[in-house]
């Protein structure tokens, strides 16, 4: 007789442990809610799965029953794009589609219950307070549905309660016999090795946990797309700057002229809000051609804000778009903004993004008042054409 080999059981409920698939390179499309139209079968389940030895292989029984099993993937999706939202809130996910043996890893972190698996849940809503954020959710293996996320979250046992930012991917394993949810592995952007324990991982947390200060002040709204190792991928809401020329990207020739304006040299003399952070951006290749910015209240318009009575000082609107943005410490001067510049500018060329020319300074803190090592100043490029999948 012609025997068959069985199809092999699906990879992230067997005994094994869960492949690591690293999607942190891969450009992403912010496709919100795209939701894939996709039945799998599989023809060969065996009874005993997930059992899979070398001496069942080279002897098999002399008469298997073929069974088939359909998974239709839409209803996952669906629950998934309904349920982890709810991850960190009062409501909290379903875990009634989870396996009670579902295995959970992260770089730094292992569980192998569903008790444990919300354990952890619970551990990083009373320690972080996390923002987490869904891009979207796909389909990438006969039983597999691949997540991709930006949490954000702030240590609040520190007295500076510092910002952690991680983006990544969730590989999320359904078991067909239980159609539940058997494994959960997490993929970080921002390292290379992935499998636990991961000392890199390790070392990417505790780099986040630096000082920076932030002034409590209104500033430009963004959403964080990924964060690698070097920088971050913002989506910017658009804003309005009042700005003037500079002579240089650190310098500070037109701040008085900038800052006049919103203190009342205008032709209403209103008093407006202070905001952060100032910037400098320069247009060209040479960083050369440069200005100042000072952001605008995010609830003023063009139309209702009054015009300046400074020679050389204008209104403008920023287009919201897309940056790669590196933070770092200490003053600012030229030389250190260049090498600053440089390096980000490498690093997403090097990522296959397409920086656009020239770049900003961000700086949010008065270097009068502020100790240089917990300052907090950034570099930004606008990119183009940038896809988040």
């Given at each position: 007789?012609?025997?068959?080999?069985?199809?092999?059981?699906?990879?992230?409920?067997?005994?094994?442990?869960?492949?690591?698939?690293?999607?942190?390179?891969?450009?992403?499309?912010?496709?919100?809610?795209?939701?894939?139209?996709?039945?799998?079968?599989?023809?060969?389940?065996?009874?005993?799965?997930?059992?899979?030895?070398?001496?069942?292989?080279?002897?098999?029984?002399?008469?298997?029953?073929?069974?088939?099993?359909?998974?239709?993937?839409?209803?996952?999706?669906?629950?998934?794009?309904?349920?982890?939202?709810?991850?960190?809130?009062?409501?909290?996910?379903?875990?009634?589609?989870?396996?009670?043996?579902?295995?959970?890893?992260?770089?730094?972190?292992?569980?192998?219950?569903?008790?444990?698996?919300?354990?952890?849940?619970?551990?990083?809503?009373?320690?972080?307070?996390?923002?987490?954020?869904?891009?979207?959710?796909?389909?990438?293996?006969?039983?597999?549905?691949?997540?991709?996320?930006?949490?954000?979250?702030?240590?609040?046992?520190?007295?500076?309660?510092?910002?952690?930012?991680?983006?990544?991917?969730?590989?999320?394993?359904?078991?067909?016999?239980?159609?539940?949810?058997?494994?959960?592995?997490?993929?970080?952007?921002?390292?290379?090795?992935?499998?636990?324990?991961?000392?890199?991982?390790?070392?990417?947390?505790?780099?986040?946990?630096?000082?920076?200060?932030?002034?409590?002040?209104?500033?430009?709204?963004?959403?964080?797309?990924?964060?690698?190792?070097?920088?971050?991928?913002?989506?910017?809401?658009?804003?309005?700057?009042?700005?003037?020329?500079?002579?240089?990207?650190?310098?500070?020739s037109g701040f008085n002229k900038v800052t006049g304006y919103i203190?009342?040299?205008n032709s209403s003399t209103e008093k407006i809000p202070m905001t952060?952070?100032?910037?400098?951006?320069?247009?060209?290749?040479?960083?050369?051609?440069?200005?100042?910015?000072?952001?605008?209240?995010?609830?003023?318009?063009?139309?209702?804000?009054?015009?300046?009575?400074?020679?050389?000082?204008?209104?403008?609107?920023?287009?919201?778009?897309?940056?790669?943005?590196?933070?770092?410490?200490?003053?600012?001067?030229?030389?250190?903004?260049?090498?600053?510049?440089?390096?980000?500018?490498?690093?997403?060329?090097?990522?296959?993004?397409?920086?656009?020319?020239?770049?900003l300074l961000g700086r949010y803190n008065d270097p009068g008042r502020?100790?240089?090592?917990?300052?907090?100043?950034?570099?930004?490029?606008?990119?183009?054409?940038?896809?988040?999948?």
């Amino acid at each position: 007789k012609a025997w068959h080999r069985p199809s092999p059981a699906p990879p992230l409920c067997s005994d094994q442990p869960p492949p690591t698939v690293s999607c942190a390179g891969s450009p992403a499309r912010p496709k919100i809610h795209s939701k894939p139209s996709v039945t799998v079968t599989n023809r060969r389940i065996l009874k005993s799965w997930p059992l899979r030895s070398s001496l069942a292989q080279q002897n098999p029984p002399k008469q298997e029953q073929e069974e088939e099993a359909t998974i239709d993937v839409n209803p996952f999706v669906d629950f998934l794009y309904d349920d982890l939202p709810h991850l960190f809130d009062d409501q909290g996910i379903d875990r009634t589609m989870y396996d009670k043996l579902v295995k959970f890893r992260d770089p730094i972190t292992k569980h192998d219950t569903i008790d444990g698996y919300l354990f952890n849940i619970r551990l990083l809503k009373l320690l972080f307070n996390p923002d987490f954020q869904l891009h979207n959710v796909r389909q990438t293996g006969p039983y597999e549905i691949t997540t991709r996320w930006t949490m954000v979250m702030r240590f609040v046992l520190l007295p500076w309660k510092p910002e952690l930012v991680f983006t990544g991917c969730s590989i999320m394993g359904i078991n067909p016999q239980t159609q539940k949810f058997c494994s959960h592995v997490d993929i970080w952007d921002s390292i290379k090795n992935n499998e636990y324990f991961s000392f890199e991982g390790l070392l990417d947390v505790l780099k986040q946990l630096r000082i920076y200060k932030t002034p409590d002040l209104e500033t430009p709204k963004y959403q964080i797309l990924k964060r690698t190792a070097n920088y971050e991928v913002r989506k910017y809401d658009s804003f309005l700057v009042v700005e003037t020329k500079e002579d240089k990207l650190s310098g500070s020739s037109g701040f008085n002229k900038v800052t006049g304006y919103i203190f009342g040299k205008n032709s209403s003399t209103e008093k407006i809000p202070m905001t952060t952070p100032v910037f400098t951006q320069a247009i060209d290749d040479k960083l050369s051609d440069v200005s100042i910015q000072i952001v605008l209240p995010m609830d003023k318009e063009l139309t209702n804000l009054p015009a300046p009575t400074v020679e050389g000082v204008s209104l403008r609107k920023v287009k919201g778009d897309i940056a790669a943005v590196t933070k770092f410490s200490g003053k600012p001067t030229e030389e250190v903004v260049k090498v600053k510049e440089k390096g980000l500018r490498a690093a997403v060329l090097n990522d296959g993004l397409k920086p656009q020319e020239g770049c900003l300074l961000g700086r949010y803190n008065d270097p009068g008042r502020t100790w240089s090592f917990i300052m907090r100043n950034e570099v930004l490029i606008w990119l183009d054409e940038f896809i988040l999948e």
